[in-house]
């Protein structure tokens, strides 16, 4: 698994070290831990507190190399903790939000109805 991190330049190694092990840990021997235990499981692991969590993840994105759309190539990204994540069922046939949307799509002619001017007025 590899994976590319997009960091806003405010964030420090300590808090880039946090939100990395936020998503892409798995716990293991924890299986009865929700997301919410999961959480405070790294606040307690990391000495923070969930503001600061929450503050570091929202400058910070992660991208799955390995998952890539068929359509535009952009990367998958990993929103939420992968522990309790579904990752694609099929990896190798994947299409990103953008892309569904585009080609769920109609054309419609009628949406802005373009009035032209008379020629003659136009002439003046
Ligand atoms: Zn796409």
Excluded at 5 to 23: G, H, R, V
Excluded at 38 to 67: H, V, W
Aim: net charge positive; charged share 20%; glycine share 2%.
């Amino acid at each position: 698994m590899t994976y590319n991190m997009l960091c806003s330049p405010m964030l420090t190694n300590e808090q880039i070290k946090f939100c990395d092990a936020y998503l892409t840990a798995i716990p293991e021997n924890l299986e009865n831990m929700n997301k919410e235990d999961f959480k405070n499981f790294i606040c307690e692991t990391f000495g923070i507190s969930p503001e600061q969590l929450a503050m570091s993840l929202s400058n910070f994105r992660l991208f799955y190399n390995d998952i890539t759309c068929i359509h535009c190539g952009i990367r998958y990204e990993i929103e939420q903790p992968l522990a309790f994540h579904k990752l694609p069922k099929n990896p190798h046939n994947w299409t990103c939000k953008s892309c569904k949307t585009f080609l769920k799509r109609s054309f419609d002619f009628n949406l802005t109805p373009v009035r032209h001017k008379p020629y003659s007025k136009a002439l003046n």
